[in-house]
């Protein structure tokens, strides 16, 4: 079993940043594929961003392209969300989401890839 906790949401001024960290309990951190979704209220949770475990690859969706990052650190069994030049648009709850190296394709845009999930943290960006 696999647990993900987020951390590092908060209230920031449009344009400004913040860095999400989801940390992992789980021995082998670096055999897991990684994501980050959102859902803002009344809307679907969507695909943000995702990492792949074997060569580090990472994916956006457009919306965030240019604007974050995603990172991990295997050490510290912790994946990164870095978020620069905030819109009002970004205001949702960002989860962590985790897929481990076998066991079926990844479809890292898909939220049923995915079998593990964090609790989520609120990101609210005002204008």
């Known amino acids: 079993q696999v647990q993900l906790v987020e951390s590092g949401g908060g209230l920031v001024q449009a344009g400004g940043s913040l860095r999400l960290s989801c940390a992992a309990s789980v021995r082998t951190f670096s055999n897991y594929n990684m994501g980050w979704f959102r859902q803002a209220p009344g809307k679907e949770r969507e695909f943000v961003t995702a990492i792949r475990w074997s060569d580090g690859n990472t994916y956006y969706a457009d919306s965030v392209k240019g604007r974050f990052t995603i990172s991990r650190d295997n050490a510290k069994n912790t994946v990164y969300l870095q978020m620069n030049s905030l819109k009002p648009e970004d205001t949702a709850i960002y989860y962590c989401?985790?897929?481990?190296?076998?066991?079926?394709?990844?479809?890292?845009?898909?939220?049923?890839?995915?079998?593990?999930w964090g609790q989520g943290t609120q990101v609210t960006v005002s204008s």
């Open positions: 989401a985790a897929k481990w190296r076998y066991g079926g394709d990844w479809y890292y845009t898909d939220r049923m890839s995915y079998a593990y």
